[in-house]
């Protein structure tokens, strides 16, 4: 298996599991004047509401119980409506066919794609194949799309949660030479 380094992809640490990596990413991610869409059950639907609000993030909601083409329509139809939309986060516990629908939609509309991975089923290598620009394990890890990785400069709201800057230290600590990408 290539090395996630090589398919252009980073691997970050955040301590604190996933609450903390995911509000690390959603702080970074989310320029000031953009919004964020969130799929989700209850449980995680009011965990990341909670965090956009103390973030001063404006997001719009979608409770993804239902079948899986209402939920897609209902995505469709907010990203088409809404151009402030920068971000989509969404909760594992979808089937992979519909993280892939909402990663071309995500795609189609030039949004970025967030997983949080509450049940460890999408591995790294997946991410290419469903669109997924950053990925928030349950231990805290966050493996990021390298080019959107980039973008999210001087996007955090508080240092201690800038992945950017945690990812600028962690080069530090690489050996000084790069391997290319795989095609």
């Known amino acids: 298996m290539e090395s996630i380094y090589k398919l252009g992809f980073e691997e970050l640490y955040v301590n604190g599991g996933i609450v903390a990596a995911s509000e690390a990413v959603i702080s970074s991610v989310v320029p000031l004047d953009s919004e964020l869409l969130i799929i989700g059950n209850v449980a995680s639907i009011d965990e990341w509401r909670a965090v956009c609000h103390k973030l001063s993030i404006v997001a719009s909601v979608i409770d993804n119980d239902g079948s899986t083409s209402d939920l897609i329509c ?5 990203l088409a409506s809404n151009n402030h939309i920068s971000h989509i986060i969404c909760g594992s516990e979808r089937c992979e066919a519909c993280l892939a629908a909402i990663g071309m ?4 509309y030039k949004r970025s794609f967030i997983v949080v991975d509450t049940t460890d089923c999408v591995e ?23 080019n959107k990785l ?8 508080t240092s201690g949660q800038d992945i950017y800057a945690m990812w600028q230290r962690s ?10 990408m795989a095609c």
């Open 150 to 157: 980039v973008q999210t400069e001087g996007n955090a709201r």
């Open 105 to 108: 939609l995500a795609r189609k």
């Open 124 to 146: 790294a290598v997946n991410m290419k194949l469903l669109n997924v620009d950053f990925l928030i394990s349950n231990t805290g890890n966050i493996t990021a799309r390298r």
């Open 74 to 78: 209902a995505v469709e139809a907010i």
């Open 171 to 180: 080069m530090s600590h690489r050996c000084a030479t790069l391997e290319p």
